[in-house]
């Protein structure tokens, strides 16, 4: 069967009478507007989001319409542009502690055996007014693992370096000395989890080859992790047992936290890498005299407990979880029925709770962390009703 990736695809294929559940896709309960139904603009953001820079595409989130984000639709960044890799020459290399050295086509991966995840990650950077660097995919490639034992990982390797095609000139400073080098972007892992079961070396998604965009034709992708560490244009796997202390993987893609221990403020400068509980709402609408207030949930695939949603001085109000995100590592999709609203300006605002206890932090929970990345805040946002 053809793999449609939103419902809306299934839908303009007129397969809509058959029932989504008998196609073995569960209803979708946060549909597109229904007939009647209008945006409430958001008061706090343009009706036309910011111009993304020329490489880059933001998802405005106030278009979701379905769990899985159009490959044309899903966002993108990157350091160093877009490389061009060749499909037919294009080889993944496996260098390094390993037994045997491995140079792998696409073909070889091919016909390796898959696997396939759903997964919905955020830009480290991803924050307020827009929230649009986050979109959710279904992922098919190869496990990780698989290659790694393929190889022979050799016990003195202890990081795992996963280089992609694309380079660039940095400077690295080094004392009062600051040297100029060519290099691909890297980012690494530890053994643990480069043998564990889930990462994937990923060359489709929503069922079609991965675009430009998203690496084509290999990247990686680590299930729970910030969208840094999927690795796109995959070229090379180096087993080593130093630890890989590159740019994007030691110095830009840092968290500076303070932290009260022993009394005393420590502060604490640590890697990105699992998702922060997150959630935001990114679109309301009206249907006569009800309002549906949706949003998005992102984190390392604990599951969830709770999402709540709490209207200017009101109570939390239990939110509903879209069933056909119920992955364990799917973004969530999140729908609250807002009724009795009165003309003027309200804010609304929503809290998720994974089922460790953990809540949401609020803006000034966050206030000793320092720098912009993984701000995961409860995200108040304002409409107007007429
Ligand atoms: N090779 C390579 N992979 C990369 C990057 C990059 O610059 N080069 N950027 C990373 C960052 S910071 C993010 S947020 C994600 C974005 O993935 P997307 O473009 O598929 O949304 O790719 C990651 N993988
Ligand atoms: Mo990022």
Not at 290 to 295: A, P
Request: charged residues 25%; contains cysteine.
């Amino acid at each position: 069967m053809t793999m449609h990736s939103t419902r809306r695809g299934i839908l303009k294929g007129g397969l809509a009478v058959a029932g989504l559940s008998a196609l073995g896709i569960p209803d979708w309960a946060l549909p597109v507007l229904a007939q009647g139904e209008t945006i409430v603009p958001f008061t706090d953001l343009p009706a036309t989001p910011p111009a993304a820079a020329a490489d880059r595409r933001l998802l405005d989130v106030r278009t979701i319409d379905a769990p899985l984000t159009p490959k044309d639709s899903f966002f993108t960044t990157q350091h160093y542009g877009h490389p061009t890799v060749d499909p037919q020459t294009f080889k993944l290399k496996v260098s390094g502690l390993v037994n045997k050295p491995l140079s792998l086509s696409l073909d070889d991966l091919r016909h390796m055996k898959t696997n396939e995840i759903t997964f919905g990650f955020e830009c480290s950077g991803n924050r307020r007014p827009l929230q649009g660097l986050c979109s959710n995919g279904r992922w098919t490639g190869v496990p990780l693992r698989t290659v790694l034992e393929q190889a022979g990982v050799k016990n003195e390797a202890k990081e795992f370096v996963f280089f992609g095609a694309d380079r660039g000139d940095e400077e690295v400073e080094f004392r009062t000395q600051k040297f100029t080098v060519n290099q691909q972007f890297g980012r690494s892992m530890p053994r643990e989890k480069a043998l564990s079961s889930e990462p994937l070396l990923a060359y489709n998604m929503n069922g079609e080859p991965l675009t430009k965009h998203q690496g084509f034709p290999l990247r990686l992708i680590v299930p729970g992790w910030y969208g840094v560490g999927n690795v796109k244009w995959l070229s090379e796997i180096n087993a080593q047992e130093d630890q890989y202390l590159g740019k994007y993987q030691a110095r830009w893609y840092r968290t500076l936290r303070g932290e009260m221990i022993n009394g005393e403020m420590k502060w604490t400068e640590a890697a990105v890498t699992s998702m922060q509980l997150k959630s935001f709402i990114a679109r309301v609408s009206r249907n006569g005299d009800r309002y549906n207030v949706r949003g998005v949930i992102l984190n390392d695939g604990t599951p969830i407990k709770s999402v709540e949603v709490k209207v200017d001085d009101g109570p939390w109000q239990a939110a509903t979880i879209d069933k056909a995100t119920s992955d364990k590592y799917s973004w969530k999709l999140f729908n609250y029925t807002w009724t009795g609203a009165t003309p003027g300006e309200h804010t609304l605002v929503s809290r998720v709770t994974d089922v460790t206890g953990l809540v949401q932090p609020t803006e000034k929970d966050l206030e000793n962390k320092k720098t912009f990345l993984e701000d995961n805040s409860q995200y108040p946002r304002k409409v107007m009703i007429a």
